[in-house]
């Protein structure tokens, strides 16, 4: 059994990580799922979405088939977040359900992995209280998913195997993409900025970047199978190579990752601090990286910017925000905001209302804080009720929705390149799919434009999405 240790996991050393290439492998005794099915439920961001469909094929490995009817399944994995109070009180709560689940399938194995199972308080409450979840592991082992699964059978007790200490490279590492015409590319793990807010830098590790030969060779990969759009992955991608080269940046990869050609390319999450000049004119001079840039600011008052520890003031900001405006034609900035950091007053707030006034984001996405139990923003004095806190979120938002739409309006009767994923959730009679600044549009077309991008008028105006036709013939296959 390896539990978790919150003061191991902040350690960082100047050890390099080894990358590592035959780690992962199934032995033929590991072939257990025939006729058998597996179920995910995935919380939190797109790092852990990756990281599902890492699971998934090492599961189908093991010739298990997925389903998403959890009452059908034999395996069952709650792939956990751990950014939020509100991810975690979800996890146990769906626990429950399982745990009554497990009473009358008693075969049913059921895993916690994830960002959550990497908590030392939770890995504790699953050891103690939850002792029928048969496995737990943590971010750095995910390929160790077959021999974990093995041993619960063989042992019949609970196998925890979280490691703290920051993990080494794991390549070749399967993955089933969840959608045909969109991908994932890791480009980095963990972080080293430590917000002060923030359970990253210790769920998920220090920084380690991926080389870049392995990074062009995936994605080259994944566009000879037909992948349209290509979102490269980290918590703080904009310092990707800082632990790995001495001249090789984000702004480096970014101009190689555009000269393989496909056709459209993104990036999150990026912090603020490490956003050179040089990143900023690569996007602008290349075509398929999208006029998209997700820019984090979390507040509008410096006194709250320096208690979060983000390392930057609202006047940097700002100044970075108008310096990507001038040079990138029609991009789109969204952010993320905290409202109710320890200590913030209503002027606090007032200046965040103040920025948000400032840049008019094209989207936000705002929370109200949730201390992380062994970060140091935990330890700080938080004077303002939930009351007051929910009031300031709901003025925010409401401004927050004022500027999407506005941004959006923009776009009515205008021509933009969309790339069709499919049919849409809501109306089977209409397809969905993404403009270039990653807006979300609903489409009169026909299903042989699914996983194209073709020329699209916007002919209604929502908050959070639009409605469009076609417009003109293909733009790319
Ligand atoms: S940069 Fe992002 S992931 Fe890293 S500590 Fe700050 S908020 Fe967390």
Same mark, same amino acid.
């Given at each position: /059994?390896?539990?978790?240790? /919150?003061?191991?996991?902040?350690?960082?050393?100047?050890?390099?990580?080894?990358?590592?290439?035959?780690?992962?492998?199934?032995?033929?005794? /590991?072939?257990?799922?025939?006729?058998?099915?597996?179920?995910?439920?995935?919380?939190?961001?797109?790092?852990?979405?990756?990281?599902?469909?890492?699971?998934?094929?090492?599961?189908?490995?093991?010739?298990?088939? !997925?389903?998403?009817?959890?009452?059908?399944?034999?395996?069952?994995?709650?792939?956990?977040?751990?950014?939020?109070?509100?991810?975690?009180?979800?996890?146990?709560?769906?626990?429950? =359900?399982?745990?009554?689940?497990?009473?009358?399938?008693?075969?049913?194995? &059921?895993?916690?992995?994830?960002?959550?199972?990497?908590?030392?308080?939770?890995?504790?409450?699953?050891?103690?209280?939850?002792?029928?979840?048969?496995?737990? #592991?943590?971010?750095?082992?995910?390929? =160790?998913?077959?021999?974990?699964?093995?041993?619960?059978?063989?042992?019949?007790?609970?196998?925890?195997?979280? *490691?703290?200490?920051?993990?080494?490279?794991?390549?070749?590492?399967?993955?089933?993409?969840?959608?045909?015409?969109?991908?994932?590319?890791?480009? /980095?793990?963990?972080?080293?900025?430590?917000?002060?807010?923030?359970?990253?830098?210790?769920?998920?590790?220090?920084?380690?970047?991926?080389?870049?030969?392995?990074?062009?060779?995936?994605?080259?990969?994944?566009?000879?199978?037909?992948?349209?759009?290509?979102?490269?992955?980290?918590?703080?991608?904009?310092?990707?190579?800082?632990?790995?080269?001495?001249?090789?940046?984000?702004?480096?990869?970014?101009?190689?990752?555009?000269?393989?050609?496909?056709? !459209?390319?993104? *990036?999150?999450?990026?912090?603020?601090?490490?956003?050179?000049?040089?990143?900023?004119?690569?996007?602008?001079?290349?075509?398929?990286?999208?006029? #998209?840039?997700?820019?984090?600011?979390?507040?509008?008052?410096?006194?709250?910017?320096?208690?979060?520890? =983000?390392?930057?003031?609202?006047?940097?900001?700002?100044?970075?925000?108008?310096?990507?405006?001038?040079?990138?034609?029609?991009?789109?900035?969204?952010?993320?905001?905290?409202?109710? #950091?320890?200590?913030?007053?209503?002027?606090? *707030?007032?200046?965040?209302?103040?920025?948000?006034?400032?840049?008019?984001?094209?989207?936000?996405?705002?929370?109200?804080?949730?201390? =992380?139990?062994?970060?140091?923003?935990?330890?700080?004095?938080?004077?303002?009720?939930?009351?007051?806190?929910?009031?300031?979120?709901?003025?925010?938002?409401?401004?927050?929705?004022?500027?999407?739409?506005?941004?959006?309006?923009?776009?009515?009767?205008?021509? &933009?390149?969309?790339?069709?994923?499919?049919?849409?959730?809501?109306?089977?009679?209409?397809?969905?799919?993404?403009?270039?600044?990653?807006?979300?549009?609903?489409?009169?077309?026909?299903?042989?434009?699914?996983?194209?991008?073709?020329?699209?008028?916007?002919?209604?105006?929502?908050?959070?999405?639009?409605?469009?036709?076609?417009?003109?013939?293909?733009?790319?296959?």
């Amino acid at each position: /059994m390896i539990l978790p240790d /919150m003061l191991e996991a902040k350690k960082r050393t100047d050890k390099k990580s080894k990358f590592l290439y035959d780690e992962y492998k199934i032995d033929e005794n /590991m072939k257990i799922g025939k006729n058998k099915k597996y179920y995910i439920k995935t919380y939190g961001c797109q790092m852990n979405e990756h990281d599902s469909e890492n699971l998934s094929a090492i599961l189908e490995d093991m010739l298990y088939e !997925r389903t998403d009817d959890m009452m059908d399944a034999d395996i069952i994995l709650l792939n956990t977040c751990a950014i939020r109070e509100n991810a975690h009180n979800k996890v146990f709560g769906m626990l429950g =359900r399982i745990k009554h689940l497990k009473e009358s399938k008693k075969d049913i194995i &059921v895993g916690v992995c994830g960002c959550m199972a990497q908590e030392e308080v939770v890995a504790s409450e699953l050891k103690k209280k939850c002792k029928w979840v048969d496995i737990v #592991f943590g971010t750095h082992n995910i390929h =160790r998913l077959p021999n974990l699964i093995m041993e619960a059978i063989k042992n019949k007790k609970q196998e925890m195997e979280v *490691f703290s200490i920051e993990g080494d490279i794991i390549e070749n590492i399967p993955y089933k993409r969840e959608n045909k015409y969109k991908a994932y590319v890791n480009i /980095m793990y963990g972080c080293d900025k430590f917000c002060t807010y923030c359970i990253v830098p210790y769920t998920r590790g220090k920084q380690r970047s991926r080389k870049k030969e392995d990074i062009i060779n995936e994605v080259k990969k994944l566009k000879d199978d037909g992948v349209m759009e290509i979102t490269l992955l980290g918590q703080n991608v904009n310092a990707y190579g800082k632990d790995l080269y001495d001249d090789y940046g984000m702004e480096n990869l970014l101009e190689d990752v555009a000269k393989t050609s496909v056709p !459209r390319i993104k *990036f999150v999450t990026s912090h603020p601090w490490d956003f050179t000049d040089k990143m900023i004119d690569i996007i602008a001079k290349y075509d398929n990286i999208m006029p #998209f840039i997700h820019l984090p600011v979390q507040s509008g008052s410096n006194k709250i910017l320096k208690l979060m520890g =983000r390392r930057y003031t609202k006047e940097e900001y700002l100044k970075l925000f108008n310096k990507i405006k001038d040079k990138i034609k029609n991009v789109s900035i969204t952010t993320d905001i905290i409202v109710g #950091f320890p200590s913030e007053e209503e002027s606090d *707030f007032n200046e965040t209302l103040d920025l948000v006034n400032t840049c008019k984001f094209d989207l936000a996405y705002t929370f109200i804080y949730s201390p =992380r139990v062994g970060t140091p923003a935990a330890k700080l004095e938080d004077k303002s009720s939930m009351e007051e806190k929910s009031e300031r979120l709901d003025k925010l938002n409401e401004l927050i929705n004022k500027y999407a739409k506005e941004s959006n309006e923009k776009l009515k009767d205008k021509i &933009v390149p969309v790339l069709i994923e499919g049919v849409s959730e809501k109306d089977n009679n209409m397809f969905m799919g993404y403009t270039d600044t990653n807006k979300l549009v609903n489409i009169k077309a026909d299903k042989k434009y699914i996983g194209k991008i073709i020329d699209v008028k916007i002919t209604e105006v929502k908050t959070w999405s639009l409605n469009g036709e076609v417009k003109v013939l293909e733009k790319s296959v």
